[in-house]
């Protein structure tokens, strides 16, 4: 399975960035489709993610900022992220959490670096 991602790069504080995924290859078909990021120094963690049938989750520290959505027949995965702060920088990773399992056993797509200058 692969997941590409594309659409990080450089914006000003309050500007906007789109990143998009899409998921290929055998077991490819994920329960739930998301973002993670990992900041210098700081663990991963959560951003927001879909699960196939709509619900979504999102950190308390994006609520009201940020946009998951998905595309279930494209096998895409894409973050909208509004009004953007500079604690927003950080590398972001695509993932898919297959059926039955968590997180831990996700498919892991490469980082698309964030960066959100002040």
């Known amino acids: 399975v692969q997941l590409q991602a594309s659409g990080g790069g450089l914006v000003q504080a309050g500007g906007s960035l789109r990143l998009s995924c899409a998921a290929s290859g055998s077991n490819s078909n994920f329960n739930e489709m998301g973002w993670y990021r990992q900041a210098p120094g700081n663990q991963r963690e959560l951003v927001a993610s879909?699960?196939?049938?709509?619900?979504?989750y999102y950190a308390d520290s994006v609520k009201g900022r940020f946009a998951v959505s998905r595309d279930n027949a494209e096998n895409t995965v894409t973050l909208q992220m509004n009004s953007l702060k500079p604690e927003d920088t950080a590398v972001y990773y695509c993932v898919g959490r297959p059926y039955g399992s968590d997180w831990s056993r996700g498919s892991w797509g490469q980082g698309t670096l964030v960066t959100v200058s002040s």
């Open positions: 879909r699960i196939v049938g709509g619900g979504t």
